[in-house]
């Protein structure tokens, strides 16, 4: 994996979406239901910081039909991943004079 330039974000950064971030960089693909379980928000808000992902290009949306069920995945995009590790590289610099 190549370094990653710091940037911070401003779509990335409210805690929900950095929260997001941070549960699919560590998966392939995740559930939305797990999704919303982890961050601890409704449907409709997860919905809604998810399209916001989405139209960043940040986070894929995928649809599948499982036991007669409608399932929605979750996964960073490999752009979201670069945004995701560039953001916590700016976080980790901007705070870097906290470990003085």
């Known amino acids: ?29 995740m559930e939305f239901a797990a999704v919303r379980d982890a961050v601890g928000v409704s449907d409709s808000v997860l919905s809604k910081h998810v399209k916001q992902l989405e139209e960043a290009g940040y ?5 599948a039909t499982i036991a007669s069920r409608q399932r929605t995945s979750l996964s960073l995009s490999k752009a979201g991943r670069a945004a995701f590790a560039a953001h916590v590289a700016e976080l980790r610099r901007i705070t870097g004079s906290l470990d003085a």
Do not use: E, S, W, Y
Request: aromatic share 2%; net charge positive.
């Open 1 to 29: 994996m190549t370094a990653v330039a710091p940037h911070f974000d401003a779509v990335i950064h409210p805690p929900p979406r950095l929260q997001i971030c941070g549960l699919l960089q560590a998966v392939d693909t």
């Open 59 to 63: 986070v894929k949306v995928g649809k």
